[in-house]
């Protein structure tokens, strides 16, 4: 699922399960040793991205779910949780090339990178409340702030690339997802020669810091309530 291609300095991670890149929860669990790996061996950057390039990652396999009790869906959303936050919290600068649909702990996989690129008709959103289910709002309101991550929780609708970049949550637009690729390539070869080995680590931990320490508890809070509500022992919806 998870496809490592050495550029230098930086992995690109290649979320490689067609049609849409979902991922089960035994995938997610594969991405912090994935990590781990690549601090040891000195890597400066990593840009996720998707392939076939269609679409970057349409969240979760949401077929295990119609099988898992809600004390199952419990730890399988722990996965979700560790990988995202050794995304965020490790020191190797992330970026993430972002095309086609970029939907639920997809969308929160390119929340939890520093840096966001994507192409003006990609689409990003949390479309969990359509099938009866909450999840993501902690780490939307991260980079998007209290208003927009409420819309999108509350409504399931997604936003363009283009939206995301005028309200910021993009820094940067290419035209097509290779092109995309390459500018985020380019971006994460300059940052990580640019910040380099122990200065790198004490810059992340210290952005992660001021950025407040209740984050990974709101998303615990977060997980309970999907739990009960998504696990196979959850009332049937219309």
């Not at 400066?44 to 199952?72: I, K, Y």
């Not at 819309?151 to 995309?180: C, F, K, N, W, Y």
């Given at each position: 699922?998870?496809r490592?291609?050495?550029?230098?300095?930086?992995?690109?991670?290649?979320?490689d399960?067609?049609?849409?890149?979902?991922?089960t929860?035994?995938?997610?669990?594969?991405?912090?040793?994935?990590?781990a790996?690549l601090?040891?061996?000195?890597?400066?950057?990593?840009?996720?991205?998707?392939?076939?390039?269609?679409?970057?990652?349409?969240?979760?396999?949401?077929r295990?779910?119609?099988?898992?009790?809600?004390?199952?869906?419990?730890?399988?959303?722990?996965?979700?949780r560790?990988?995202?936050?050794?995304?965020?919290?490790?020191?190797?600068?992330?970026?993430?090339?972002?095309h086609?649909?970029?939907?639920?702990?997809?969308?929160?996989?390119?929340?939890?990178?520093?840096i966001?690129?994507?192409?003006?008709d990609?689409?990003?959103?949390?479309?969990?409340?359509?099938?009866?289910?909450?999840?993501?709002y902690?780490?939307?309101?991260?980079?998007?702030?209290?208003?927009?991550?409420?819309?999108?929780?509350l409504?399931?609708?997604?936003?363009?690339?283009e939206?995301?970049?005028?309200?910021?949550?993009?820094?940067?637009?290419?035209p097509?997802?290779?092109?995309?690729?390459?500018?985020?390539?380019?971006?994460?070869?300059?940052?990580s020669?640019?910040?380099?080995?122990?200065?790198?680590?004490?810059?992340?931990?210290?952005?992660?810091?001021?950025?407040?320490?209740?984050?990974?508890?709101?998303?615990?809070?977060?997980?309970?309530?999907?739990?009960?509500?998504?696990?196979?022992?959850a009332?049937?919806?219309?």
């Amino acid at each position: 699922m998870f496809r490592v291609e050495r550029r230098d300095q930086v992995a690109v991670i290649h979320l490689d399960n067609p049609p849409v890149n979902a991922v089960t929860f035994d995938r997610w669990r594969a991405l912090p040793p994935l990590i781990a790996g690549l601090e040891r061996e000195g890597i400066g950057a990593m840009v996720f991205t998707g392939l076939p390039q269609r679409h970057f990652c349409a969240g979760n396999d949401f077929r295990e779910f119609a099988v898992l009790s809600p004390d199952e869906t419990l730890l399988g959303t722990a996965a979700v949780r560790d990988a995202l936050r050794a995304v965020r919290e490790s020191p190797i600068i992330a970026v993430a090339a972002l095309h086609g649909a970029a939907m639920g702990s997809g969308f929160m996989l390119a929340c939890a990178c520093d840096i966001r690129l994507a192409t003006p008709d990609a689409r990003l959103g949390l479309p969990e409340i359509k099938v009866g289910a909450i999840g993501g709002y902690r780490i939307a309101r991260e980079v998007l702030g209290q208003a927009e991550a409420r819309a999108m929780v509350l409504t399931g609708e997604p936003i363009s690339g283009e939206r995301a970049h005028q309200i910021g949550l993009v820094q940067a637009m290419g035209p097509t997802a290779d092109q995309v690729l390459a500018q985020a390539l380019d971006m994460a070869l300059r940052m990580s020669q640019l910040i380099r080995g122990r200065l790198r680590a004490e810059l992340k931990a210290c952005m992660n810091a001021q950025d407040g320490q209740s984050l990974w508890q709101s998303y615990d809070l977060e997980r309970e309530l999907a739990a009960r509500t998504m696990g196979a022992a959850a009332p049937a919806r219309s």
